[in-house]
């Protein structure tokens, strides 16, 4: 793999939020925003056209909530919400996930080390604080599976999580690109966990660019090592990008 180059104006820039954007923390409202995140993705957005979203498996009110007052167009919980460009809200039909929230909370009343993330068409088992639980986990959750097959179980960083099996960020992707301010430009990707793998088989083809954040096998040919690394990148994006707008 080899360091991503800097944009081009053209580019439209998807991007995970943690573990990309931000350090993964112990619980997803422990995580820490960077002081100048917020500005850099404003001023990122107006120099790629307006060509830029978060891609990510949290709700879009929680993005909102951590980049307050910046409103990005989002795909959230894997693209089952899209916020595009217009403001304008999609949401794919839901399946009720009220069974495999009280799967995952009754396991989790009997192991306090562990944390339900419930979302609107699925729920995500945290076990960060008790790694030792790992395979406990598994196998609640695939058992929550059983009957279901609309929903599918994935496997990232410290959680299992349970969410409608037709939908992921590759999807999401697809659908800002057939869309202003996205639709002609070349895509860009950055993500760490596997769940963004589905974007990086989607952007690759398409001619953009894949970059992987941190350690672990990818399709991405292009890896930066930490969220920080990724800051320094966009920044080094934005000034790139700035400059040639004064030169042009």
């Known amino acids: 793999m080899q360091l991503p180059p800097p944009l081009a104006g053209n580019s439209a820039l998807f991007l995970d939020f943690d573990g990309t954007l931000v350090a993964l923390a112990a619980t997803p409202e422990a995580i820490v925003v960077p002081p100048t995140l917020v500005s850099l993705l404003d001023e990122l957005r107006e120099r790629v056209g307006g060509a830029l979203a ?110 409608p099996a037709s939908i992921n960020k590759g999807s999401a992707i697809q659908s800002f690109m057939r869309e202003a301010p996205f639709a002609g430009r070349v895509p860009v990707f950055a993500g760490d966990d596997t769940t963004d793998e589905t974007g990086f088989a989607v952007v690759q083809p398409a001619g953009g660019v894949a970059i992987k954040v941190g350690a672990g096998p990818s399709l991405a040919t292009h890896r930066l090592e930490s969220s920080m690394a990724v800051l320094d990148w966009l920044r080094t994006t934005r000034d790139s990008l700035t400059q040639g707008s004064a030169t042009s």
């Open 54 to 163: 978060i891609v990510t498996g949290r709700p879009i009110e929680s993005i909102d909530r951590f980049l307050d007052p910046l409103r990005l167009p989002v795909a959230g919980e894997h693209g089952v919400q899209r916020r595009d460009a217009r403001g304008q809200m999609q949401e794919r039909p839901a399946f009720d996930p009220a069974p495999i929230v009280g799967v995952a909370e009754a396991l989790a009343r009997e192991h306090p080390g562990l944390l339900v993330e419930p979302k609107h068409s699925g729920v995500s088992l945290h076990y960060r604080s008790a790694p030792e639980l790992e395979s406990v986990c598994r196998a609640v959750m695939e058992s929550a599976l059983t009957g279901r097959p609309q929903f599918e179980l994935i496997h990232g960083k410290f959680v299992f999580e349970i969410k």
